[in-house]
């Protein structure tokens, strides 16, 4: 067999698509044509050619060397709507160059040009939007114009090239009829319905090159080859590309700028900046750093802290960051030896993300301390200083979203092709992101109960979480490891995990769901708002908490609550849809902006056979020794939040008319030894955490049920204890009061008055 990669570019393209090189000011690509020849013959091509856009000028550079063609990439157009295609040309004259030049601006007049002189040319990525206005109706016209495509692209997520590959296999003389009729246009050659694939890497950086390729039967020559290719004797092989391996082509190509452009060539660039982007694109120390490394540690340790005392605060943070975090992962060996069989794209990918996110989290870390202290400037210095860091996250974020922006597109032209209607979602699977999953609350208690019926319904669901720990559950599950954590000030108890975003950013994309749930808007959930924006993914929302009002509670300031509804307000208009858990907040978030007709209340249940009033037990209670009197319960977090203080001031207030009675708090939190020591006496029992059969004696051993919380959007624990046979005593403030109805299950009061608690007891 002969091979050759027909899609690979060298330094003469020079107008990159992705908007972070743009926005950077750097080309396509450094590549040295020369370079680009002797890495594909040592990779196994036969023959070379170069398709820069819009040139020559690369293939001219090689056209003495055995074995090579001269080739370019196209852009030409729709004239109809502006929309750019990408052509791929082989085999020209610099004479036949200049005049595809004349002609290009129109895909029509190119086509019959290239059919009128016999000139080999390929359709590249064809389900590619080069400028954002490729269409459907597009796509099937170039079915009718043209016979020969992309097939597999080294650089190209494999997402499209499935669809249009089998939609090119399903093609029949009476589809290409139908099309012909609709579009106006006269199907190309005699068997228009035979299409042939092409494959090339499609690279700018001169790291991927030759691991796509085009193969033909054995050919002699360069004449030979091209006439393989003209008899459509040939068919795409290699590897499709990833987003891990576009972002490390982008890492190398934006470290070739910094060197060439601001750095003016030289090798030893040994800044912060230049050392990122070195150590991020695999690249060696430079013969600088290599140098300095000889020098006796003393004399090196001087010259460092002579060169930072010259920098900002901000700046010797970034650099001291930086450098423990390079020297942890030279001790440990990671930053060297590769894992057997990894890819060196994985292999960056994780030193990217070791640096990034470490830098990150050790930055959000001190701009929190700075806040403790009162130090509000100081605190936005230590963020702002992140710009620097983010910029090696950056080309993972662009390579993420390059690769699937199109996704609307591919589902539209599937959805048009019998031989696709399959192909409209990548898996028909979902994922479930939350915060939190082993504490005792309505989120954790939704996950499990939702998650658990899913697998048991072989309901394709895997939930994500990021636990120093991973739990054993009865369901698929993903855990990270935290990348960090961080409590939050004024509220110390309470901590927030720092999850580890691109390597959960890759395995979504890995694991091709279709679909994400989000329960928290905390980390874990504005990672799964990303993914969602740079995948393409449909998301939904489930508005478990209401987070404004439990500010509001911890801090008592009218301006946070607030602030906190901006961020909710735009947390949740970001996605494609939002479950409530009661008519209550949906006309809340209706009211704060929120589209109503994205909005739909979530319904929930209880089971009826483990909460149930027969599991009542007359002893249960004497092991705390509590004998006799009507017990009041209580069941849920003990935290500030949950108004439990009130509820304990009432129950004094209630107990001097009617003293035989008790209140048995159950439960855990940061509120419960300060409690549990200020409302010591014989008639209230703290019992900490109850679980498994041991709560659901507690609830149906009770007499009532008291839950004063104002900020619950639901209240679980109401439908336990009414399944359980008790009456409940409820908030009108949030969804507890739509679940008790006043003098039917229970009293629906103002439970932020201890009077009017003592009045419903």
Same mark, same amino acid.
């Given at each position: ?13 020079? &107008? ?24 594909? &013959? ?158 090339? !890497? ?56 910094? &060197? ?124 702002? !200083? ?80 990021? $636990? ?83 500010? &509001? ?48 209340? $979530? ?159």
């Amino acid at each position: 067999m002969a091979r050759a990669d027909l899609h690979v570019h060298s330094k003469y393209s020079n &107008r990159p698509s992705e908007w972070f090189l743009r926005r950077i000011g750097a080309p396509e690509s450094f590549v040295e044509p020369a370079d680009l020849y002797k890495t594909c &013959r040592e990779r196994g091509m036969d023959f070379v050619t170069i398709t820069d856009h819009n040139s020559i000028s690369g293939a001219l550079e090689i056209a003495h060397l055995p074995g090579t063609f001269i080739s370019v990439e196209v852009t030409t157009y729709f004239p109809e709507n502006g929309c750019k295609i990408h052509c791929l040309v082989f085999g020209i004259s610099e004479k036949v160059f200049r005049d595809i030049q004349q002609i290009r601006p129109s895909i029509y007049d190119l086509r019959e040009y290239l059919l009128e002189h016999q000139i080999l040319h390929s359709v590249a990525h064809p389900l590619f939007r080069n400028n954002d206005r490729l269409t459907a109706d597009d796509f099937e016209k170039l079915i009718l114009l043209f016979n020969r495509f992309a097939g597999l692209n080294g650089s190209r997520h494999p997402r499209a090239c499935r669809i249009s590959n089998a939609i090119f296999e399903s093609l029949t003389p009476g589809r290409i009829a139908q099309l012909a009729d609709r579009h106006g246009i006269k199907p190309t050659g005699p068997t228009p319905w035979k299409k042939t694939l092409t494959g090339g !890497s499609d690279d700018h950086s001169g790291l991927h090159s030759a691991l796509a390729w085009t193969e033909t039967p054995s050919a002699g020559n360069v004449f030979d080859f091209l006439q393989h290719l003209r008899d459509g004797q040939h068919e795409p092989g290699g590897r499709h590309g990833t987003s891990m391996q576009l972002a490390h082509s982008l890492y190398h190509i934006t470290y070739s700028y910094y &060197r060439h452009r601001i750095a003016g060539g030289a090798r030893g660039d040994g800044g912060l900046i230049g050392a990122m982007l070195r150590k991020l694109a695999g690249r060696e120390e430079s013969s600088g750093s290599r140098i300095s490394a000889l020098l006796p540690s003393a004399v090196h340790r001087f010259f460092i802290e002579r060169r930072k005392r010259k920098l900002s605060d901000i700046e010797r943070l970034l650099i001291d960051e930086f450098t423990a975090i390079r020297k942890l992962h030279e001790r440990s060996g990671e930053s060297d030896a590769p894992a057997s069989g990894e890819t060196r794209e994985r292999l960056e990918f994780e030193n990217a993300c070791r640096i990034g996110q470490q830098l990150i989290h050790a930055f959000i870390q001190r701009g929190l301390e700075q806040i403790r202290h009162g130090n509000l400037i100081e605190s936005l210095q230590s963020l702002s !200083s992140l710009g620097p860091v983010m910029l090696g996250m950056t080309p993972y974020l662009t390579a993420f979203g390059a690769q699937h922006k199109d996704e609307t597109l591919l589902q539209t032209v599937a959805s048009r092709f019998p031989a696709t209607a399959g192909l409209q979602r990548r898996s028909g699977r979902r994922a479930w992101l939350t915060d939190t999953f082993l504490d005792v609350n309505g989120v954790a208690h939704t996950v499990h109960s939702i998650a658990s019926m899913a697998a048991g319904r072989r309901n394709p669901l895997t939930v994500i979480t990021s $636990l120093a720990e991973e739990p054993k559950v009865p369901y698929p599950l993903r855990n990270f490891a935290p990348a960090g954590r961080f409590s939050v000030p004024e509220y110390e108890s309470q901590e927030i995990v720092f999850p580890p975003f691109l390597e959960i950013l890759e395995y979504i994309e890995r694991e091709e769901f279709d679909e994400l749930i989000i329960s928290t808007p905390g980390p874990m959930g504005l990672v799964g708002l990303a993914a969602a924006k740079l995948l393409k993914l449909r998301v939904k929302g489930i508005y478990h908490t209401d987070f404004p009002r439990y500010v &509001r509670h911890l801090t008592d300031d009218d301006s946070l609550e607030d602030l906190t509804w901006s961020y909710m307000t735009w947390f949740y208009s970001g996605m494609d849809h939002v479950y409530v858990p009661s008519r209550h907040y949906l006309a809340q978030l209706a009211d704060k902006g929120l589209d109503p007709a994205r909005l739909s209340v $979530l319904t929930r249940g209880v089971d009826t056979e483990r909460f149930n009033p027969s599991k009542r037990d007359p002893s249960f209670w004497a092991r705390y020794g509590i004998n006799g009197g009507f017990k009041f319960l209580y069941v849920g977090r003990i935290s500030r939040e949950k108004n439990i203080e009130t509820m304990l001031q009432a129950f004094e207030l209630f107990r001097r008319a009617s003293p035989d009675s008790q209140l048995i708090v159950v439960g855990d939190g940061p509120h419960l030894g300060e409690l549990r020591g200020q409302y010591r006496n014989e008639d209230v029992l703290f019992t900490g955490r109850l679980v498994g059969d041991d709560l659901v004696r507690a609830y149906a051993s009770s007499d009532a049920f008291v839950f004063p919380s104002t900020t619950d959007t639901f209240g679980n624990a109401v439908i336990e204890a009414h399944a359980c046979g008790l009456p409940a005593i409820v908030s009108d403030l949030g969804g507890p009061a739509e679940i008790v109805r006043s003098h039917g299950s229970g009293l629906v009061t103002d439970t932020r008055h201890p009077s009017a608690i003592a009045e419903a007891m």
